[in-house]
């Protein structure tokens, strides 16, 4: 199952960008109408699309005990009063996506949790934290976050609260290389989608990026495809991709709120704060040997 993710999303990376001419690159500025997605640009979105979908699939058929395993974390935990409908989700708010459409922002968080994961919905970022970013998107950037935001996760794979994906794995140790795959997968898609949409990414998280966290792999990944990525930018003399990449806190229990309202210089416009902090936060993601503290 490895090898397949890797044919599809890492081994074709630097060929699909320099077929591109690297699109993703023409970064607009926070607070101007969104450039758009051509038709060649989201030919190429289309694919990633539909290999992920059939990756879902993939891992959803892998693991027929996994709702099971996830009903019994919940009991487990105490999350009852929640159906398991949906064990490892694709995000449907991805087939909504069409040529022309203006996308500001790639948004990355961690995985689907109960609003999520329901067979009725979903879609990614849909509970309390996307709430609060849909919120924060449109009053302070001028961003309408369910047309210009497109989300992906670090994992698809569902359980109510994103600390418990450990626990599941003990449950249903067959669930282990799943979600260390996924993260795999999920992260070299990062700068592929960046590419398509034209689009910054704002990375949602980052204390489970820690060596030995939960999205250690992902960021692994994450590393390598933006390390394959530059190379090929930096041999056409483009813009460096990772330049687009920003790190921010979760908006759930108002630790991005926090951050920035800590961080923020007086009289600083918010616009440029969460563009000078989320790329303070870089290093966190692209190299965690630096010395600053994880949140």
């Not at 044919?7 to 690297?22: F, K, V």
């Not at 203006?102 to 879609?123: C, H, S």
């Not at 921010?248 to 007086?266: C, E, I, V, Y």
Request: hydrophobic share 40%; proline share 6%; charged share 25%.
């Amino acid at each position: 199952m490895e090898s397949a993710a890797r044919a599809t999303a890492y081994d074709r990376l630097s060929p699909a960008l320099a077929d591109r001419g690297q699109p993703g690159l023409v970064l607009r500025s926070l607070g101007t109408k969104a450039g758009t997605v051509d038709r060649r640009a989201y030919d190429r979105f289309s694919e990633l699309r539909d290999e992920f979908k059939a990756r879902v699939a993939a891992w959803s058929a892998a693991l027929p005990g996994l709702a099971d395993a996830q009903r019994r974390l919940a009991v487990e935990t105490g999350d009852t009063g929640y159906a398991v409908e949906t064990p490892i989700v694709y995000n449907r708010a991805l087939d909504e996506v069409g040529p022309g459409d203006d996308i500001a922002w790639l948004v990355v968080a961690d995985n689907p949790g109960k609003r999520e994961q329901e067979a009725a919905m979903n879609r990614y970022l849909v509970g309390r934290s996307g709430q609060a970013a849909e919120r924060f998107f449109a009053r302070e950037l001028g961003i309408d976050f369910r047309r210009q935001v497109v989300v992906v996760n670090k994992t698809p794979v569902h359980t109510p609260k994103t600390a418990q994906l450990r626990k599941l794995a003990r449950i249903i140790p067959k669930a282990g290389p799943v979600l260390e795959e996924s993260q795999r997968y999920m992260a070299a898609l990062v700068p592929e989608l960046q590419a398509c949409l034209g689009a910054r990414v704002w990375v949602m998280g980052l204390s489970e990026l820690r060596p030995k966290g939960l999205f250690e792999a992902w960021r692994a990944a994450l590393n390598e495809a933006y390390r394959l990525a530059d190379a090929d930018a930096l041999g056409r003399s483009l813009p460096a991709p990772s330049k687009g990449l920003y790190g921010f806190n979760h908006f759930s229990m108002g630790s991005f709120a926090t951050d920035l309202k800590r961080r923020r210089a007086s009289g600083e416009p918010v616009v440029d704060a969460v563009l000078r902090i989320g790329a303070e936060n870089r290093p966190r993601l692209l190299d965690l040997s630096t010395d600053a503290p994880f949140l």
